[in-house]
């Protein structure tokens, strides 16, 4: 079993940064692929990021694509999710989450993934 926590959230300017941490725990970081999702009010929750097991690989949404970065540190059993540019509409409650046993190296679908974290919350001010 992994168990993920998300922090780091919080509320920013347009145009300003953010980094959010995901820690993990319980089964070996580095054995699973690690994606980020958002979810805004009313909608659906959306791919964000993903990157492979030892982070050499990863796979970004058009939407965020330029200026978000994800990347992990196998050693701290953290994946972080660096936000530069921010605008409004990245305002969302952002997830962690990883797939173990992972069928692609850097998977975008939510049923891909088999370990959630509960969510932090991101706000964007115009």
């Known amino acids: 079993q992994v168990q993920l926590v998300e922090s780091g959230g919080g509320l920013v300017q347009a145009g300003g940064s953010l980094r959010l941490s995901c820690a993990g725990s319980g089964r070996t970081f580095s054995s699973t692929a690690m994606g980020w999702f958002r979810q805004a009010p009313g909608k659906e929750r959306e791919f964000v990021a993903s990157v492979s097991r030892a982070g050499s690989t990863t796979r970004y949404a058009d939407s965020v694509k330029g200026r978000f970065t994800i990347s992990r540190d196998n050693a701290k059993n953290t994946l972080y999710l660096q936000m530069d540019s921010l605008k409004p509409e990245d305002t969302a409650v952002y997830s962690c989450?990883?797939?173990?046993?992972?069928?692609?190296?850097?998977?975008?679908?939510?049923?891909?993934?088999?370990?959630w974290g509960q969510g932090t919350q991101v706000t964007v001010s115009s």
């Open positions: 989450a990883a797939c173990l046993p992972c069928t692609t190296m850097v998977p975008h679908s939510t049923r891909e993934y088999d370990y």
